[in-house]
């Protein structure tokens, strides 16, 4: 992320039903803030003279309540965890795929998972896919101290930590430590022992973490010295001369995510702009920029196929030999309850 998106921080997500970037009146973009930045939309904007108009959210949960209470966009970027729900709240429409030639990169997983691909009909394109790791500061910290997720409930590290404000990366966090990799076969009981491992550690953290932006304002000033991080804030925070470690195979492991793009329903915009909007976003181009600028990966195979083993590394998306959790979609009900007890947890409940 460049520096305009750190000065915006948190007060960027504050606008989320504004259309704080505007530039294409045919196309407003809902999306998370840091994704106006113009190498996400380069042909795009070759061919239009500007990129879309974008609207921000903090986080899915919110972004689903404010297009139910009828705030209108033409595209929106939620994770795959949400698609199930928006799919049965109707907020959705299928992509035309002919209209889409770089969707045949991706991967043919995600091509024909039932949740974004249904009766035949595109419901959800993967675009942007990262890690969620232990950050730290090395400067305090030894890697011998982050071996385990047990770290996160230390008493030594009571105030010194950082969890996200995201319900699926904080419960990623939980159901690992709690011995469950994949909590698409999780039960109650694993939630429940999930839920409990979470209370504990909230009672350490000094701070939910809204964006990347906010941690890393957090870890600058040393107030936080452990998070539960996307990989995006140790690559930036290195990049500025931070001492800032990043941890993927703490024993019992850490998680990926993946996110993309979904066409809602009934668009103020124009459709032609909306697919001609993801069509740039799976470019080569954009490959590029995420994986460089970001330390994230991208869905298009073919670009990724471009990227050399040390680069990957040195972003943090290189395989690994610990559990890694797939934050992949899940039984509705148990989201839901993940969402209602996360609220409750960090009510000190």
């Known amino acids: 992320m460049n520096r305009m998106t750190k000065l915006l921080g948190t007060a960027a997500l504050a606008l989320a039903t504004t259309s704080a970037f505007a530039a294409d009146p045919d196309l407003l973009v809902f999306d998370w803030s840091g994704f106006e930045e113009e190498g996400f939309f380069v042909k795009y904007a070759e061919k239009h003279g500007s990129g ?33 729900k928006w799919a049965q709240a109707e907020l959705i429409e299928p992509w035309d795929i002919s209209k889409i030639p770089s969707y045949a990169t991706l991967a043919e997983t995600y091509r024909t998972d039932p949740t974004f691909v249904r009766d035949g009909e595109v419901y959800f394109i993967p675009t942007d896919l990262g890690m969620t790791g232990i950050a730290y500061n090395a400067d305090e910290i030894k890697p011998e101290q982050v071996a385990s997720l047990e770290i996160f409930l230390d008493p030594e590290m009571s105030g010194r930590t950082s969890l996200p404000d995201n319900v699926e990366d904080s419960y990623a966090l939980a159901y690992l430590a709690t011995g469950t990799s994949d909590w698409t076969k999780a039960t109650e009981e694993d939630f429940k022992k999930a839920s409990d491992w979470l209370r504990k550690a909230h009672a350490n953290a000094r701070a939910y973490w809204a964006d990347g932006a906010e941690l890393a304002q957090l870890m600058a000033t040393g107030e936080v010295l452990i998070a539960w991080s996307w990989n995006e804030t140790p690559v930036q925070m290195v990049g500025d001369g931070y001492n800032i470690g990043f941890e993927r195979e703490a024993k019992e492991g850490s998680s990926a995510w993946f996110c993309g793009y979904v066409n809602l329903k009934d668009g103020p915009g124009s459709e032609e702009k909306a697919h001609e909007f993801i069509e740039s976003f799976l470019s080569q181009e954009t490959a590029d920029y995420i994986v460089n600028e970001w330390g994230y990966g991208h869905s298009n195979t073919t670009a990724m196929g471009t990227f050399d083993e040390e680069t990957l590394t040195e972003v943090g998306l290189n395989q690994i030999t610990a559990p890694q959790l797939e934050q992949l979609p899940m039984d509705i009900s148990l989201r839901e309850m993940m969402i209602k007890e996360f609220e409750r947890i960090k009510a000190g409940f």
Request: glycine residues 6%.
């Open 52 to 84: 879309p108009t974008y609207a921000f959210f903090g986080e899915e949960e919110e972004a689903f309540q404010k297009l139910r209470s009828g705030f209108k966009a033409d595209v929106a970027h939620p994770c795959s965890q949400s698609i199930e």
